[in-house]
């Protein structure tokens, strides 16, 4: 069972959440905080599995609150809430450490499959948010030079792609190591060299950079 933060200012909306997940036997306990301050205390004390917080809160800066959690609690899934769609306040969650990104249009918004989703190494994106990504790919003339030209200048070796590549398909430490060949010890090595050229600092993080980059599909 795992316990669920919820940062959210708006009481019609941690109602919501609190509800549905009330009725769901994984979750053993629902903390609901009003102001990030409160949850930043409360999170010296206490570790979360999952951290749902709204992107349009009135009090702070919602990606540094993401940046701190992910130093203090890299192991806290977090997943994003807000209003806005566009590509570039989603890139720069994700870059602050989100692993996943929900729209409040999204019918219950989808919280139950995205915490399932993101345990399992997943990044959960509202349908909306991944069609805009895509059409933003796909339209940028640009893109695929930038992409190569990124993708250059990061110069990842051959193991280390294939060590990413296959991180985000779901496999673990072991299995890697047993696909490619190598020492269970090694692939923890071969993470932190990932995360240092791509920027990120844990596996989630550089999945969803590895995939923005076009380095893994």
Known sequence: MINVAILEDKTFLSDRFSGVLSKWDYVAETSVFKSSPD?????????????LVDLDFSDDCMLEVIRLIGKLHPKTAVIAISDKSDPETVVECIKAGASGYLLKGDATFGVKSAISEVLNR???????????????????????????????????????????GLLSKGLSTKDVSLELGISEK??????????????????????????HLGLVH
């Open 39 to 51: 949850f930043q205390q409360a999170m010296l004390q206490f570790f979360y599995d999952v951290l």
């Open 122 to 164: 997943g990044a959960p994106l509202s349908p909306t948010v991944a069609l805009h990504l895509l059409k933003r790919i796909t339209v940028s003339p640009h893109f695929d030079t930038k992409s190569r030209e990124r993708q250059s200048e990061l110069n990842l070796t051959k193991r280390e792609c294939e060590v990413i």
């Open 186 to 211: 090694t692939v923890p090595v071969h993470l932190r060299n990932i995360y240092k050229k791509l920027g990120t600092s844990n596996r989630r993080q550089a999945i969803i950079e590895a995939r």
